[in-house]
Nanobody
Framework: QVQLVESGGGLVQAGGSLRLSCAAS????????MGWFRQAPGKEREFVSR????????YYAGSVKDRFSISTDNAKNTVYLQMNSLKPEDTAVYYC????????????????WGQGTQVTVSS
């Protein structure tokens, strides 16, 4: 059974940092694209960042570029999202997802999803 389990969310002041983790299990993710998405209250879920399982093809949404960094640790089967210079508008539930076929930023291509972790940034 495939599982993606996010952790590392919490409450932080504006300008602070958090590192989210996504522990993946249940199958090999070699060749997959791993993505982070987020959903703020009252808004649609949106793409944040993606990376190939081997660490290549990183890509970021414009709103987080130069502040967030995505990475993988294949030995630990874990994907990370380092978030720096956090802003109140980064407040959202953050989801980890896995896409088997495409190097994509569209959530339609992501087959497996975690339950999400809450990130709250206070001003």
């Amino acid at each position: 059974q495939v599982q993606l389990v996010e952790s590392g969310g919490g409450l932080v002041q504006a300008g602070g940092s958090l590192r989210l983790s996504c522990a993946a299990s249940g199958r090999t993710f070699r060749g997959y694209t791993m993505g982070w998405f987020r959903q703020a209250p009252g808004k649609e879920r949106e793409f944040v960042s993606r990376i190939k399982w081997n660490g290549g093809f990183t890509y970021y949404a414009g709103s987080v570029k130069d502040r967030f960094s995505i990475s993988t640790d294949n030995a630990k089967n874990t994907v990370y999202l380092q978030m720096n210079s956090l802003k109140p508008e980064d407040t959202a539930v953050y989801y980890c997802a896995a896409a088997p076929l495409r190097i994509s930023i569209s959530e339609k291509d992501y087959e497996y999803w975690g339950q999400g972790t809450q990130v709250t940034v206070s001003s």
